[in-house]
C-alpha cells in the first residue's frame, strides 16, 4: 500500500526535483554573478579601504537592505511585471527563479561582504603600499583570501534558495518543496509529505557536506 | 633624499581631535638607516605611514627624491610607491599565496612579464635566504621567514627607500638579530635609504646611523645614534637610553655604600687611556668599581663605570674634579653621608 503510493508518485518526483534543481541553479547563478561583485563593492567603498565612496556605499546598502527586508512571498508576487518582462510569462519554474534571484543576489553580497571583512587589514594595505591597483588588488588579495568564506556563502546561499523555492509554487513554479505543500498541507496526505521531506533533508545535507568539502580544499591559510 | 615638511597628521572624530603627527619637519639622507623611536601613541608609526601616504598628511608635504608625494594623482602616486618598499610587523603576506607568488605580486604591480618576474623572485627569495621555500604557504614558515618574505617582496622593484614599521617587534631576540643584519646588508649593498621605527632600543643601537625621538607627535631630539646614546638632552630619551644600557644598581648595594658611589661616562678614545688609575695614583682615595661596561655603539666605545670613592672628603672632591676634566660626564649618585 504504501510502497504503491510511492511508486505512483516517482513521475511527480522526478519532475519536482528538476523543477527544483533548475530554479536553485539558475538563481544560484545569477546570485553569484551579481552578488560577488556587489559583495566587493559593499567591502571596498567602506571607509578607509583603497576606494572609499560614501555616497556608492550608502546607496547600495540601502537598497541590498530595502530587498532584504521583503519577506520573500510579497518579492514573488511583486516581481510578476518583471518577471513577465523578462521571460515573457509570470508562472512556471523559470519565472520563479527570477524572484528567487532577486532575492538571492543582497543575500549573496552580504556573505561576500562579511568574508572580504574577515580579510586582515594589513594584508590589504600591504597590497596598497606595494602599488598595486585596485583591480589587481581584488583578484590576488581579496578573492584569494576570502576564497574559504565565499564557498561556505555559496553553500548557505544554495540551501536558502532550496528552501525559498518551496514557495515558488504560488506562481506555479513546482519544484519539491511546492509538492510537500501541496500533498501534504494541503491535502493531509502524510507519506508524500514525508518523502519530499526526506528528500529536502538530504539534498541539504549533500549540499552542506560538498561545500564543506569545497571550503577546506580551496583553505590555504 | 626624503624631506618631511611642516607635517601634520589629525584625527577628527565627531567628538574630539585627536593630533597623531604634530608639525613635524626632517630630512633623511640617501643611503641612511634612520630610526624613529617613541612609546606607542607616539604618531611613530603615523609619520612613518604618511611616508609612503598610507596615511595621507592633514597638511604638510613628503617629498621623496624630489617629488612631493602628496601633489601626486592615484596613478602617479602608484608608481612613485612602487620605489618605496615596506615591510610591517605581522608581515601582512596573503596566506592564500606561496612565497613565490606574494614576491611576484609586487613584480605584477609594476606590470612586469612573466619571465622578468620569474627571474627576480628567485635572485630575491636567493638574497634573502629562502630559495627552498618558493612554494611554501605562509603559515608553513616561522616569525623570521615571514619577515624575508616580506623583505623580499618590498626589495621586488628596486625600492630606494625601505620602510619598516616595527618590523622585528613580533621576532624573538635571535631572529630579530639576523633580519637586522639582513636590513643592514641590503642597506651597504644596495644603498637603500631605510627608515624604521621601533620602540626596542636595541635595534637602534645595532643599526641606525641617526635617530629621532618622537613624543606627543612632536620630535623631541634627533641626532646621530652616538650622539644621542653618549649625550641624550630630553628624559624621555635618557629613559629609553637606560633601557639597553643598565647602569643601575640594586638599592640595597646603594644603601650599604659609605663612600660617594660616581657614574663615570667615557666617550670614543678616551675610553682606552688609564684615567680611573691615574687618578686613584695622584689622590689619596680608594676607588672599588661597583658595575662597569663598555658598549660598541656604531663600532666606537662608550664605557660607563659607576665607583664608590672613600677616603677624605676634600680628597674626593678633588679627584671628582680632575675626572670630571678629563672625561665626557661624571654624576654623583650618592655622597658620604
Redesign the interface.
Known amino acids: 500500500m504504501l510502497l504503491d503510493s510511492l511508486m505512483n508518485l516517482i513521475p511527480e518526483l522526478n519532475k519536482a526535483f528538476l523543477e527544483t534543481l533548475y530554479m536553485v541553479a539558475i538563481s544560484l547563478s545569477v546570485a553569484i554573478i551579481a552578488g560577488l561583485p556587489l559583495g566587493i563593492l559593499l567591502f571596498v567603498t567602506d571607509r578607509g579601504l583603497f576606494l572609499e565612496n560614501t555616497t556608492v556605499k550608502s546607496i547600495l546598502g540601502f537598497v541590498v537592505n530595502m530587498i532584504r527586508s521583503i519577506p520573500f512571498v510579497i518579492l514573488l508576487v511583486g516581481l510578476l511585471p518583471l518577471t513577465k518582462l523578462i521571460t515573457g510569462t509570470t508562472i512556471g519554474p523559470t519565472a520563479a527563479s527570477v524572484s528567487l534571484s532577486v532575492a538571492a543576489i543582497p543575500f549573496f553580497a552580504r556573505i561576500v561582504e562579511t568574508s572580504l571583512r574577515e580579510i ?1 587589514k ?2 590589504i ?9 585596485p583591480w ?1 588588488i581584488i583578484k ?2 581579496l578573492l ?2 576570502a ?1 574559504p568564506g565565499i564557498v561556505h556563502g555559496i553553500t548557505i546561499t544554495t540551501i536558502s534558495l532550496v528552501v525559498y523555492s518551496a514557495m515558488a509554487g504560488i506562481v506555479g513554479g513546482g519544484g519539491i518543496g511546492d509538492l510537500a505543500i501541496r500533498f501534504g498541507y494541503y491535502r493531509y496526505d502524510d507519506t508524500v509529505m514525508i518523502t519530499t521531506i526526506v528528500i529536502l533533508i538530504c539534498l541539504v545535507q549533500i549540499i552542506q557536506f560538498a561545500g564543506d568539502r569545497i571550503a577546506r580544499l ?4 | 633624499m626624503i624631506e618631511v615638511k611642516n607635517l601634520v597628521k589629525v584625527y577628527s572624530t565627531k567628538k574630539n581631535k585627536v593630533i597623531g603627527v604634530d608639525n613635524v619637519s626632517l630630512t633623511i639622507k640617501n643611503g641612511e638607516i634612520f630610526g624613529i623611536v617613541g612609546y606607542s601613541g607616539a604618531g611613530k608609526s603615523t609619520l612613518l605611514r604618511c611616508l ?1 601616504l ?1 596615511e595621507r598628511p592633514t597638511s604638510g608635504q613628503v617629498i621623496i627624491d624630489g617629488v612631493d608625494l602628496t601633489t601626486l594623482n592615484k596613478k602617479e602616486l ?5 620605489k ?1 618598499g ?1 615591510i ?1 610587523q ?1 608581515f ?6 606561496t612565497v613565490f607568488e606574494n614576491v611576484a ?2 613584480l ?3 606590470k612586469k612579464s612573466k619571465d622578468e618576474i620569474e627571474k627576480r623572485v628567485n635572485e630575491l627569495l636567493e638574497m634573502v635566504g629562502l630559495s627552498d621555500k618558493r612554494d611554501a ?1 605562509p ?1 608553513q614558515l616561522s616569525g623570521g621567514q615571514k619577515q624575508r618574505v ?1 623583505i623580499a ?2 626589495l ?2 628596486e625600492p630606494t627607500v625601505l620602510l619598516c614599521d616595527e618590523a622585528t617587534s613580533a621576532l624573538d631576540p635571535s631572529t630579530t638579530k639576523s633580519i637586522l643584519a639582513l636590513l643592514k646588508k641590503i642597506n651597504r649593498e644596495l644603498g637603500i635609504t631605510i627608515v624604521l621605527i621601533t620602540h626596542e632600543m636595541e635595534v637602534v643601537k645595532d643599526i641606525c646611523d641617526r635617530i629621532a625621538v618622537m613624543q606627543d607627535g612632536k620630535v623631541i631630539e634627533l641626532g646621530t645614534v652616538y650622539d644621542i646614546f653618549t649625550n641624550p638632552k630630553e628624559e624621555l630619551t635618557k629613559s629609553f637610553i637606560n633601557s639597553v644600557l643598565q647602569f643601575d644598581l640594586p638599592d640595597h648595594l646603594l644603601k650599604k655604600r659609605t663612600g660617594t658611589i660616581v657614574k663615570i661616562q667615557f666617550k670614543g678614545e678616551i675610553a682606552e687611556e688609564a684615567i680611573v688609575s691615574d687618578m686613584l695614583q695622584t689622590f689619596k682615595v680608594k676607588g672599588n668599581i661597583l658595575h662597569g661596561k663598555i658598549e660598541y655603539i656604531q663600532d666606537m666605545p662608550l664605557g660607563i663605570f659607576v665607583m664608590e670613592l672613600t677616603g677624605d672628603p676634600d680628597e674626593i672632591q678633588r679627584a671628582i674634579d680632575y675626572i670630571s676634566l678629563r672625561t665626557n660626564g661624571l654624576e654623583v649618585i650618592a655622597s658620604a653621608a
Open positions: 586582515d594589513g594584508v594595505e600591504a597590497a596598497v603600499a606595494v602599488g598595486a591597483t589587481m590576488d588579495v584569494p583570501e576564497r580551496v583553505d590555504k591559510r | 609612503n598610507l602608484r608608481q612613485a610607491r612602487l618605496i615596506m610591517f605581522h601582512h603576506l596573503v596566506s592564500s599565496k605580486f609586487a605584477k604591480a609594476a604557504y603559515s616580506g617582496r618590498a621586488a622593484n
